[in-house]
């Protein structure tokens, strides 16, 4: 499991600055993201699925956003050009051995959402836009599971 001090202020606050898209809301939905899908990066690799990160993110949701996404916000494109060292669509890997980049395309997914970020002391609301935005109402997770997650990774 990932130190989430250092995830945040190592990892997730410099990607989103260099994004151009970084607020605490933002960041303590990353957080959430990160300690329900991978059990707070213990996971780089889903065990028996195809997803991959410290978010858990599948191939085709990653494929999705490249392709449908990030080729009509231009200067998007350029930023991450620019802070993330890309020419072109990287390999899905990158996701795994990469925290800023996977970082990145977590909160790329979740600016796709008309609907604002939820606050980040309301963790209800943060589970919720989670479950609705990045896991699905067919997706596995559940309040109380998700819960226990978020507090075990941000509670140490």
Known sequence: MLNVNQL??????????DLLMYSEDASELLVFT????????????QINGPALGI???EPATYNDIWQNYLKHKSNLMLIM????????MPDEKRL?????YATAMARIHYARVK???PSHDDTNAVYEYYKKYYNTNSGKANLDGCYAKYRKFTCF
Request: hydrophobic share 40%; glycine share 4%.
């Open 8 to 17: 945040r202020e190592l990892i997730i606050k410099p990607a989103l600055t």
């Open 34 to 45: 990160c300690a329900v899908e991978s059990n707070g990066g213990t996971y780089l690799k």
């Open 55 to 57: 978010y858990q993110m």
């Open 81 to 88: 050009m620019n802070n993330f060292d890309i020419i072109r």
């Open 96 to 100: 795994v051995h990469d925290l800023r």
């Open 115 to 117: 609907e604002p970020l």
